[in-house]
């Protein structure tokens, strides 16, 4: 039941399209989470600091708490759920960045590890082999009070690395 | 599998969180619930002349509007018990329920709005309209030391909250034929714990059974559990508390709050299910912080570097209300003195009440305020005295012919302060080496050629660990061959499970991923104490290895019978019990013995069997396991903006044997982070009115991923004698040196300006304050 | 901390947004969403409509006209940091683009949004300011052109019509060769700057200035741009001596104070960043003669 204006609108996310009635004052994180159930996209601030919102629209990071959901209609969301079919499937159901996040301790209480998978996955598509100072740069607007960054950072070029030798050429 | 001690696990917990499966207190399905949000006080001292909730109540989609009048008749008592049974403190420190007829801090819980959305219920916040009296605010600790300052609140009108005094020896003596004495007075300030995941509880109500199923994003369930039968007057069978996943505590979570109690007492009032979920602006306001400690504090020396004597005051922020007790100021006071030898010591202390939110432990608890008062004493010793830094500190660390080393000092436990074992100058000397601290000077003038202001310091921090007085661990082999583990411990995003696991496979012979972990659920296991003071790990796992050695016995035993041979020959091995030398696989599994200790209707069991293929311990300890740690920093200071770039950062942590180095690497970046946060970063602002100034995470910082330097993490093992794994906290232990080592750095580095810095944290505009002033900048703005 | 509630509105054409804008009582404009959601979602704003100009594909879009560059009021910030047009022609633009916050908020962000929100610290005001570029406002009675130096009528003010809508933004590139720097000294990476600078340069071959742009951002209500010390340095070598005169002035700007960052502290900053981004936009001239001793 809706209590106030509301729209239907329909998302596509991770591959499955989902229609629904949504009030318009509903941020897009709130839908993904309490009315598609994929409570992977954590809320951690509401004003767009922590980044544990953040997803993937259109292939483009972006913080789901600063977003109407009415304005992601007909768009494409990735969020934390659909990580492990990107680019897959991938041996052991993990996106290469999940196992890389799990051998390098690169999450702890994992609250804010949507935001920083999700992050990352764009920036390794936009930028293969990027420095250590582009990795932190691109997470500088996600927050973790848990692990220093530094599992994180050693994740995310890990990946970078084993994701170019895969592509080279032989 | 033996082995696991020491084995970098990967952790078990990873997978669901890796694939946003984690059920965090939010995603728990709950869509019959009423979403609450929180009335809060806009001002910092008021007194309530009237509620009315009649504008809110019309709102579509509000459903109740509850205060603590309404309440009343449904709890036992409407203040909050103090959280430390044994505190002195009379009961009136404690704040109420919801609030009492006066507020005394903005953000103070004055009433619930119960809606069908959480959208709605904001509304209806905005829509409550009450009447107050505002009264004069004291904002400033310092104040309440002076004659006739603003009361704080009417139900407990007394400035100060406990005066007392620490020490041993004679001060006076050590003072007055001292060759050096140096004097600081340092500001201090450690801000809120912001874990990402804030606060929040779901209190679903069983119209059957009348039963109260509760979920709550705690560190301390069972304390929880325990708090809510007391002020509800509730049956303990009544009610049913777990954690879910926890997204983070570093303190915010260690306290029982008077909202947690008003959302259980709420559901049961209406026989409703009733979720509330804190947001960040909330966690700003109404979760606990450290906030302003003032120390005016003298080292006495004599002429060769060797300390006489400490002392000095302490005046401490204890804010509106006492949740547990003054022991962010007790651990300060108590650990001042930290690794050195000290002969004498006298500290006044005295914890006052502000209008301002209630402060209460976060990560480190005390222990890095003391860490930087003793530190930047030690800096202004060396300077005064032209020795090296490190080599002053090395001439007075305890050293290891001296360990144990008790000192004559109380832990809160009433147990002496004992420093169990550790080789301080051992990780000195190692951390230099690691650090190049000889090849400084060679550093500095290839960064002043550059036109950079380089600068190192260096901060040695000791933190009594895994508190007692016990933690329970239940473990139990599975007929399935599956083992669990119970545990009154909380698990709260550290790994706590996956290291539990390493030890109770270790005892089991079977691979940590045939073990699960139960933590924090008070149906599973009745006693429990919860995650704080780095303890989990030294507790519930100590509990659970003799738990878990336990059942190996009782297996053995139970197989002995099962394939005829002596139990002394059999051992457990990939999930068999089998004898020695044999295959596996040539013995029994562990489920199949556990299947008979389970038992069959009408069967008999062999005379010398204790039915059940389990065991329970809950190991005991009041000592604290105290590690130890020594940081190095090295950092550039731009002296045109007073920004400061951490350039390099060494680490030397002795936390006893490590079951899961990688876990606890993890805990001392994580540390570190929180550490540079307080060094730079983390302030929680009041105006002079009372009113906060920082409620959100673009004012209030953190330290972000550019923030953060590489860290390079070195540890000495040095087994603890004081539980059977040897080990020591690990989770706060890091937190402590930081500030103290950077901001040493920072001075280092603005030596030739003068600068002398007397306060944690440090902005760049206070560091430029400082240089233009040729000395201390010093105050929380 | 949810958003109150509104009415939405999402038209599919600029004349249809005009409309509403003109019409509608106690509405907001949305476009990027990156300062106004915060503010919905705190409840600091509690507009009665919002009207949401994402469907206006007209309004995003980088594109030349004859020696001008236009950029759409709807171009997200993240399409300007990629261009190679806006690299190639507004280097000062470009660098200052990856100071505007995160990468997620530059996705959603558009260059119309930051300029009517007008944050005293805002990278892409003190851009255009610097450019004195044109800023192009479509009201009920037509298009509007407006001089970044009249944009801002005090502290978070545009200068816009309650019933007009900032379609797009017009700049002038600088010859090539130009040297060009923005500068900024912020808490973290990615927070608003306690104080900017963003500086234009050309020279002579003898090493002599021939044109000169300084504007200083986060230090008053709203970027200012400081003519004088312009002037003060045109027909002057270019050395130590004359940007650290031209940055006395930016040092003397009457600074906004706060509980966070003192007042005095944001005016010394001005100076300091004055002072770098001269000297960084004087290094990058290309065929300069030699700074000056
Ligand atoms: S919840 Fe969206 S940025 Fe923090
Ligand atoms: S893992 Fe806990 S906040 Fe990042």
Redesign the interface.
């Known amino acids: 039941m809706s209590w106030g204006e509301s729209r239907t609108i329909t998302l596509t996310v991770n591959g499955t399209s989902y229609t629904r009635e949504v009030e318009v004052r509903f941020h897009l994180a709130d839908v993904l989470r309490h009315e598609l159930g994929l409570t992977g996209t954590h809320l951690g601030c509401e004003h767009g600091v922590c980044g544990a919102c953040t997803v993937l629209i259109n292939g483009r990071s972006a913080r789901s708490c600063l977003m109407l959901a009415v304005q992601a209609d007909g768009a494409e969301i990735t969020t934390i759920e659909g990580i492990a079919d990107i680019d897959g499937p991938h041996a052991g159901g993990l996106h290469p960045l999940q196992e890389a996040f799990r051998e390098f301790h690169g999450l702890q209480c994992g609250f804010c590890t949507p935001g920083m998978l999700t992050t990352l996955i764009e920036l390794l598509r936009d930028n293969p082999a990027p420095t250590e100072e582009e990795v932190r740069i691109a997470i500088s607007g996600n927050l973790c009070r848990c692990t220093g960054y530094q599992g994180i950072v050693d994740a995310a070029l890990a990946t970078a690395k084993n994701l170019r030798e895969a592509t080279a050429p032989a | 599998m033996t082995g696991q001690i020491g084995a970098r696990h990967?952790?078990l917990?990873?997978?669901p969180?890796?694939?946003?499966?984690?059920?965090?207190l939010?995603?728990i399905?709950a869509p019959g619930a009423l979403h609450a949000a929180f009335v809060r006080s806009p001002h910092p001292n008021a007194a309530i002349e009237r509620i009315d909730p009649s504008a809110a109540l019309a709102l579509?989609?509000v459903r109740a509007v509850v205060t603590l009048d309404d309440l009343r008749p449904h709890l036992a008592r409407t203040r909050m018990p103090l959280g430390f049974r044994s505190s002195k403190l009379p009961p009136t420190v404690t704040a109420s329920v919801l609030a009492d007829g006066e507020v005394a801090f903005v953000g103070q819980a004055i009433a619930i709005v119960l809606a069908?959305?959480?959208?709605?219920a904001?509304?209806g916040v905005?829509a409550v309209s009450i009447d107050y009296t505002t009264r004069p605010a004291l904002v400033d600790c310092r104040d309440a030391l002076l004659p006739n300052p603003p009361m704080v609140r009417a139900d407990h009108p007394h400035a100060v909250v406990a005066r007392f005094a620490l020490g041993y020896g004679d001060t006076d003596a050590a003072f007055a034929n001292a060759a050096c004495v140096v004097h600081e007075n340092l500001f201090q300030h450690r801000g809120g714990a912001?874990?990402?995941?804030?606060r929040g509880i779901l209190a679903r109500y069983d119209h059957a059974e009348e039963n109260l199923s509760v979920w709550s994003s705690t560190q301390m369930p069972h304390e929880l559990f325990y708090m809510a039968c007391e002020v509800l007057g509730l049956d303990e069978n009544r009610l049913k508390l777990a954690t879910p996943?926890?997204?983070?505590g570093?303190g915010a979570k260690y306290a029982v709050y008077p909202e947690e109690l008003a959302i259980i007492a709420t559901a049961r009032m209406l026989r409703r299910e009733v979720k509330w979920v804190e947001?960040?602006?909330e966690h700003f306001i109404g979760s606990i912080q450290e906030r302003d400690q003032y120390w005016d504090v003298s080292l006495a020396l004599d002429a060769d570097g060797r300390i006489r004597g400490l002392r000095g005051s302490l005046i401490h922020d204890q804010g509106a209300y006492t949740m547990q007790d003054v022991n962010v100021a007790y651990n300060a006071g108590t650990a001042v003195a930290g690794p050195y030898l000290v002969p004498a010591f006298h500290l006044d202390i005295v914890a006052v009440q502000t209008n301002k939110t209630p402060v209460l432990t976060v990560r480190g608890a005390g222990y890095p305020q003391a860490c930087f008062t003793m530190e930047r004493l030690m800096d202004a010793a060396a300077a005064r005295l032209g020795m090296d830094r490190a080599a002053l500190r090395r001439h007075n660390l305890v050293p290891p012919e001296k360990m144990p080393y008790e000192k004559p000092l109380k832990a809160r436990s009433g147990a002496p302060i004992w420093y169990d074992c550790g080789d301080y100058p051992a990780c000195q000397d190692e951390l230099l080496e690691a650090a190049d601290w000889n090849g400084f000077a060679a550093r500095q003038q290839v960064a002043r050629a550059a036109g950079k202001y380089r600068g190192i310091g260096i901060a040695h921090g000791v933190k009594g660990t895994g508190r007692g007085p016990f933690e329970s661990a239940l473990v139990r082999v599975m007929p399935s061959g599956r083992v669990s583990v119970f545990t009154g411990a909380a698990v709260?995003?550290?790994?706590l499970a996956t290291a539990l696991a390493q030890v109770c496979a270790d005892q089991l012979g079977v691979s940590p991923e045939k073990i699960s972990v139960i933590a924090g659920d008070t149906r599973t296991i009745t006693l429990g104490l919860g995650g704080f003071g780095s303890r989990q790990l030294v507790m519930a796992g100590s509990s659970v290895q003799l738990a878990a050695k336990a059942v190996a016995v009782k297996l053995r035993k139970m197989a002995s019978h099962m394939i005829e041979a002596d139990e002394n020959d059999l051992v457990l091995t990939d999930g068999f019990v089998h004898v020695i030398g044999t295959p596996p696989a040539a013995g029994k599994t562990i489920g199949d013995i556990a299947n008979v200790l389970r038992g069959s209707p009408g069967a008999g069991l062999p005379a010398d069997i204790e039915p059940g293929s389990d065991a329970h311990v809950n190991f005991r300890s009041d000592q604290l396991a105290y590690a130890n740690v020594c940081h190095i920093a090295e950092v550039e200071v731009d002296p045109?903006?007073?920004?400061v770039d951490i350039i390099a950062y060494t680490a030397m942590q002795d936390s006893g044997v490590l079951i899961n180095p990688?876990?606890v690497?993890?805990q001392?970046?994580?540390?570190?982070?929180?550490g540079i946060g307080n060094a730079l970063?983390e302030w929680m602002?009041y105006?002079a009115d009372g009113q906060p100034?920082?409620t959100?995470?673009?004012?209030y910082?953190?330290?972000?991923?550019?923030?953060?330097p590489?860290?390079r993490t070195l540890y000495r093992q040095t087994p603890s004698p004081l539980n059977p794994l040897g080990a020591k906290g690990v989770g706060e232990v890091s937190t402590v040196p930081v500030a103290a080592a950077i901001i040493s750095a920072i001075e280092h580095a603005l030596a030739p300006f003068g600068a002398h810095l007397a306060q944690a944290p440090i902005?760049?505009?206070q560091i430029?304050?400082t240089l233009q002033a040729g000395g201390a900048a010093h105050g929380p703005? | 901390m949810k958003p109150p509630a509104f009415s939405y509105h999402d038209p599919a054409t600029l004349a249809e947004a005009v409309a509403l804008v003109a019409t509608l009582d106690n509405a907001r404009v949305l476009s990027g969403g990156q300062s106004l959601m915060p503010m919905l979602n705190m409840r600091y704003v509690l507009p009665d409509h919002l009207i949401d100009l994402r469907r206006i594909s007209e309004l995003a879009h980088i594109r030349q006209s004859g020696g001008d560059i236009e950029i759409g009021g709807m171009t997200r910030q993240r399409d300007i940091e990629y261009s190679d047009l806006i690299a190639a022609k507004l280097p000062l633009l470009h660098e200052a683009i990856h100071w505007v916050g995160h990468r997620q908020t530059r996705n959603r962000g558009t260059i119309g949004g930051s300029l009517c929100h007008l944050d005293p610290a805002a990278e892409m005001v003190a851009t255009v300011v610097a450019f004195d570029a044109t800023l192009i406002a479509q009201g009920p009675s037509g298009v509007r052109e407006i001089a970044a130096s009249d944009w801002t009528l005090g502290y978070m003010t545009p200068s816009l019509a309650p019933d007009e809508i900032l379609t797009g933004v017009r700049f002038t590139p600088w010859p090539d060769g130009h040297g060009a720097a923005f500068v900024e000294f912020a808490r973290r990476h990615g927070d608003f700057a306690i104080a900017s600078a963003a500086a234009m340069l050309t020279a002579d071959g003898a090493g002599r200035i021939t044109r000169a742009v300084l504007t200083i951002g986060g230090v008053g209500p709203a970027p200012v741009r400081l003519t004088e010390a312009e002037q003060g340095l045109v027909g002057q070598l270019a050395n130590e001596t004359a940007f650290a005169a031209a940055a006395r002035h930016a040092a003397a700007i009457e600074a906004i104070g706060d509980a966070l960052v003192p007042a005095e502290y944001r005016a010394h900053l001005a100076g300091v960043m004055a002072k770098r981004a001269l000297a960084k936009a004087w290094s990058r001239i290309d065929g300069k003669g030699k700074l000056a001793a």
């Open positions: 990967p952790r917990e990873d997978g969180l890796l694939r946003g499966l984690g059920r965090f939010d995603d399905p579509p989609g069908e959305t959480r959208h709605l904001e509304d905005a912001h874990p990402i995941e804030p996943e926890v997204g983070g570093f947001d960040r602006r709260m995003g550290q790994g045109e903006t007073g920004g990688l876990i690497d993890g001392v970046h994580g540390s570190i982070a929180h970063f602002g105006d100034v920082t959100n995470l673009a004012d910082l953190l330290a972000g991923a550019t923030d953060v590489r860290m902005s760049p505009a430029l304050a703005a």
